[in-house]
């Protein structure tokens, strides 16, 4: 069974009061959709966090309505689709039913996340496990309704409410309503411990109480996870983030975002195939004095398009920097005085500036702005500037 794996779309995603919809779309529109034609895909996996919040705008909601539909009615591929942290269940739910006459299956709601759905290929059944974000205390309810011996809800009724044990017995409980040798999938949207983090990921919880065992996936012959934006193993190949369509904060410029092709033959062994994205605008750093960083025609020519962080290495202030940043690159986004921050954690421990007069203070804010000293003329002229704004005060 051939299955592209994704998770984390963030649909309507704000990245420093730019919205992304565009960029999205470009990727589903020139990369996905081609990707998927030509592939010869049986399924299509994306684990959680299809919007960037609970309400998302009407920009992103049209561009995942134009997706489902293209899927579905046209290259008529199963589609099947957890609910994520950031994700509203209820809404990402509407139409479940009808949409899954098509191949689109949604589990958003925990109420219909405790059956196996299978898929067959020329070897058999494959059984792809639901297990979409919920907190600990709504999963143990839930699996508490469910059908099982005395003795079994007994051992539920015990655990620890965390996400570690309450994670691995919804995971022991879809298992064992597979047959044994049926090839399984999970479909999962957790913090796996021991997983690459990055800043534009919305903590779970306070605290490492949100961690998931590897361990508590390693039964499945895949586990298709979301949730942390770079792609990456988990202790084994079958164990996989498949990581975010874009970049989504500055912390991620290092990332190679792709999608994740699993081919898994008959006996539930996978091969995978990592699918580059190409992005409208690229995610980088740069760091530099500011001069040379607006002279550098190359430097300008090579990030025209990306979307650039400037780390400043000047400790003098830089007079509207964003401005004229912009006017060479015209995607800057955002400007850190690196310099000028290390300098001013120097020089508290270093000056008492409690102890200078005022004009002291202008002098040396005025020597910073110009980067030269007040002449003897502009010094005469401030001595009796303040001292007519001292009689005043008197």
Known sequence: ?????????????????????????????????????????????????????????????????????????????????????????????????????????????????????????????????????????????????????????????????????IYDAWATYLRSLVQPKVRTVAIAHAMVAGSETSESERPLVIGGSANVGVDVFAPFNYAALGHIHRPQRMGADHIRYSGSLLKYSFDEANHKKSFTIVDMDGKGQCALEQVPIEALHDVVNIKGYFTDILQDETLHKQHANDYVQVQLLDTAPVIDGMARLREVLPYAMSLELTGRMATEVTDVNTVAYKQLSERELFEQFAAAVREKPLSETEKSYMNKLWERLLKEAD
Request: aromatic share 12%.
């Open 1 to 165: 069974m051939r299955i592209l794996h994704m998770a984390d779309w963030h649909l309507g995603r704000i990245f420093y009061a730019r919205h992304l919809t565009e960029d999205q779309a470009y990727v589903i529109e020139h990369q996905l959709y081609p990707l998927v034609k030509e592939a010869k895909l049986d399924a299509i996996v994306l684990a959680g966090d299809v919007f960037d919040r609970a309400v998302p705008p009407v920009e992103a909601v049209e561009l995942w309505d134009a997706l489902i539909t293209k899927l579905t009615l046209d290259y008529k591929i199963p589609f099947f689709v957890i609910g994520g942290n950031h994700d509203s269940a209820e809404r990402l739910e509407v139409g479940r039913d009808l949409w899954s006459q098509s191949g689109l299956h949604v589990w958003g709601r925990l109420e219909r996340s405790w059956n196996p759905l299978y898929l067959e290929d020329q070897y058999g059944a494959v059984a792809f496990c639901p297990m979409p974000f919920a907190e600990p205390r709504t999963v143990l309810t839930h699996l508490l309704e469910q059908p099982a011996p005395v003795q079994q809800r007994e051992a539920w009724q015990e655990l620890t409410v965390a996400y570690g044990p």
